[in-house]
Every structure is written in structure tokens, then in C-alpha cells.
């Protein structure tokens, strides 16, 4: 496993982190999650993402209790903030009281002191942005929280973020999570630019694009028996990705692979750490083979020639 650090400050995790979205506490059975993350720390991982909202904290509880067995200085922990945790008008969003509520309920559930990073899972058009900030500053200063991120933030609000950070003298984001792939790629117009310039670094989820850059899916087969595409919970976004043009892509990117002697997958994930603006790439996995076929992507340093293939596939 390789490392990098994250934005300016000297926290370091691994290129490949482990998430939670739609697995832990929900499709995945609780010994095979189990299993899952103690192969990923075997390997090397040492960034565990999850957050309150997915299945309702269970994800949040999986994860607490398979990490519970390690030293909690061995890993990264991360959690998050914002979507609806109940039908009340303040269990929702980025308020001083809806923050300090959940960090309280994470931590609970997943049997700790304190998360490495807290995230706003999105931007809070209802509270400014100086109460979200001086709430996890003070969260910070007592020692509950050790660093900051946000997560499908646009340019324009993370520089909102930081602008408002600094004139109050608050703690600084340091990580930004966006969707990111290779048939998605919206972040590197604005987002990375304006997260290279001061210090922000993406540690981005959906990689293999909803499972569609594994090439399990094919013109002649668009939802291959016990996929994500087959489960109508999961495959909510997945619809999308499963255009003519788009697999047709992911076919050439599948010839690409095939001549490095890699997976398609690993491929994906070598293409995203190509990114030096990219600290780590969020994997989902519901079984330990899983992980360790997508651990082998950071072994893999594409050359300029193949970069340029893809460029010309993606175009």
C-alpha cells in the first residue's frame, strides 16, 4: 500500500480507502462486511469512510464494531453530516444543532472518542456557513473531531468555506469528497483546481462508477444476475451508465486493461491516483476479494501513451 498526505495538513492515508455506501448494514451480511474490512486493514488500508445516514447508522455500527479490535491510532476513521436523520424540522442539514447531535450519535455508534474526519455530507443553503464552521471548530477543540472536510461541495462554496474559516480564525477544511471517474469528471474544471490552490485534497467515491468500469456490464447484458444493477435500491443513479455510448466506451477501456495484463478495474483506479490533487480513492466491496482486486490498482503506474488512450476513448 502506498500513502499520501492529505491536503496541507500531515495526515497521511492510503491511496485506496474503504467506504460504506450501500454495503455495510444493508446488501452485505454483517460477518462477510466484517471480513471485508479486516482484509482491507490487513492490506494496508488505514482509511475507513462511512456516514450517519447510510441505513440509518447502521453502516456507522458495522464499522465500529470491526475496527473496535484494532489500535485507534492504526487508522482513519471518517463520518459525516447533513441528510435527514429523523422526521423532525432540526434532524436534518448543517445546523450548529443538528452537528453536534449526530457527531455525539456517530461516535456512539461507532464506539469512539473522536473521527479523524467529519464531513458535511452537502452544501446547507439554510445555515450560514460561519455557524457550521465555528460548531465543528469547537467540536474540534475538544478533541472529537481532528479534521474537517466536505463532500460534493462546488468550487464557489469551498471557497466560501475557507474565506469564512479565515476571517473568524476557524479550522480550515483539508479534504473535499466528490464523485469521481473516469465517466465522471466534473471536478477537474473548477474543483480540483480551486482544492490544489489552497491545500484541499479529494479523496473521491465511486471510482468504478457504480460497478460499470468492471466490466461486468455489457451491451448484450445490462444487469448481469445479483448485480447492483438488478437491486432496484442500489441501482438508483445506475440508469445513466448503462447508455450505448457508455459501454461501448468502457469496452475499449476493457481492450486497454487487457493489454496491460490489469483489470479493468484496477485500471479505473490508477487512472483517478494519476491525480496528485487525489489523496485516496474510495472502494466499495462486499466480499474480501473485492478489496484485494481493487488494492492492486495502486500498484500501477500508467505512462503517458496510455493516459492518452483513455483520452482518446473518453472523447
Not at 483546481?193 to 468500469?213: D, K, N, R, T
Not at 441501482?235 to 468502457?250: A, C
Amino acid at each position: 500500500m502506498k500513502y499520501r498526505r492529505l491536503g496541507r495538513s500531515g495526515l497521511k492515508v492510503s491511496e485506496v480507502s474503504l467506504g460504506s455506501w450501500l454495503t455495510f448494514g444493508a446488501s452485505t451480511e454483517k460477518e462477510k462486511a466484517i471480513q471485508t474490512i479486516e482484509t482491507a486493514y490487513d492490506l494496508g488500508v488505514n482509511s475507513f469512510d462511512t456516514a450517519n445516514m447510510y441505513e440509518r447508522g447502521e453502516s456507522e455500527k458495522v464499522v465500529g464494531e470491526a475496527l473496535s479490535k484494532y489500535a485507534r491510532d492504526s487508522y482513519v476513521l471518517a463520518t459525516k453530516v447533513f441528510w435527514p436523520m429523523g422526521d423532525g424540522p432540526n434532524d436534518r442539514g448543517l445546523s450548529r444543532k443538528h452537528v453536534f447531535e449526530q457527531l455525539h450519535a456517530s461516535l456512539k455508534r461507532l464506539k469512539t472518542d473522536y473521527v479523524d474526519i467529519y464531513y458535511c455530507h452537502r452544501y446547507d443553503p439554510d445555515t450560514p456557513v460561519d455557524e457550521t464552521l465555528r460548531t465543528i471548530d469547537d467540536l474540534v477543540r475538544q478533541g472529537k473531531i481532528l479534521y474537517a472536510g466536505v463532500s460534493e461541495w462546488t468550487a464557489q462554496q469551498i471557497q466560501e468555506a475557507l474565506g469564512t474559516a479565515d476571517k473568524y480564525l476557524l479550522n480550515r477544511i483539508v479534504v473535499n469528497q466528490p464523485s469521481y471517474s473516469m465517466l465522471q469528471r466534473y471536478i477537474e474544471k473548477e474543483v480540483l483546481p480551486v482544492s490544489e490552490q489552497h491545500g484541499i485534497s479529494q479523496i473521491v467515491f465511486s471510482p468504478l462508477a457504480q460497478g460499470v468500469l468492471t466490466g461486468k456490464y455489457c451491451l448484450s447484458n445490462r444487469a448481469p444476475e445479483g448485480s447492483r444493477a438488478t437491486d432496484t435500491k442500489a441501482n438508483m443513479y445506475m440508469g445513466q451508465l448503462l447508455t450505448d455510448e457508455t459501454l461501448l466506451k468502457v469496452e475499449k477501456l476493457g481492450g486497454i486493461a487487457k493489454d496491460l495484463d490489469i483489470s479493468l478495474s484496477q485500471l479505473a483506479i490508477a487512472w483517478i491516483l494519476r491525480q496528485p490533487g487525489v489523496a485516496s480513492t474510495l472502494v466499495g466491496a462486499t466480499k474480501p476479494e473485492q478489496i484485494i482486486e481493487n488494492v492492486k490498482g495502486v500498484e500501477m503506474t500508467l505512462t503517458e501513451e496510455v493516459i492518452s488512450n483513455i483520452e482518446e476513448v473518453l472523447n
